[in-house]
C-alpha cells in the first residue's frame, strides 16, 4: 500500500515537471520578460553546467546508472520495477537525444528540459531502488 501511495506521488511530480516545461515555453511567446529570464538562464547553463565536456559526462553517468540498476534488477524482478526500468530507459534515450537535436536546443527552456529529464531520471532511480 506505501508503495503505491509512494509510486503516484512521484508520478504526480513527474507530470508536474513536465506541465511546467510546457507552461513556460508558452508563456515565453507571449511574455517578454519570461522569454527574457529562460533566454538568459539557458546561456548561462549551456555556458556553465551544460558544454560539451559535461554532456558527455552525464552520458557516462546515465550509463553507468543503467549498469548498475540492470545488476540491482537481475536480482530482485518485479512488474514495478520492469515499468520503472522502461520509464528509466526511454528518459534516458530522450536526455541523449535532447543534448544532440538541434530543435530542441533552439527552444527556450532548453536547459530547463535537461534539468527536468535528469531529475525525472533520479526520481526512477529512487523508484526503482525503492520498489519490491
Do not use: W
Amino acid at each position: 500500500m506505501k508503495n503505491k501511495i509512494f509510486n503516484i506521488i512521484l508520478y504526480g511530480i513527474e507530470l508536474i515537471l513536465f506541465i511546467a516545461l510546457f507552461v513556460l515555453e508558452y508563456l515565453s511567446g507571449y511574455k517578454a520578460g519570461v522569454m527574457k529570464h529562460l533566454y538568459f538562464k539557458k546561456m548561462e547553463y549551456l555556458a556553465k553546467v551544460y558544454t560539451q565536456d559535461a554532456m558527455m559526462m552525464h552520458s557516462m553517468i546515465l550509463l553507468i546508472l543503467l549498469i548498475v540498476l540492470l545488476i540491482i534488477c537481475k536480482k530482485r524482478v518485479s512488474s514495478n520495477r520492469k515499468i520503472s526500468m522502461i520509464m528509466f530507459s526511454v528518459y534516458g534515450i530522450v536526455l541523449i537525444l535532447a543534448f544532440h537535436i538541434p530543435y530542441i536546443k533552439e527552444l527556450n527552456i532548453y536547459a530547463y528540459t535537461l534539468m527536468v529529464l535528469e531529475s525525472v531520471i533520479a526520481i526512477e532511480t529512487i523508484r526503482i531502488i525503492i520498489n519490491k
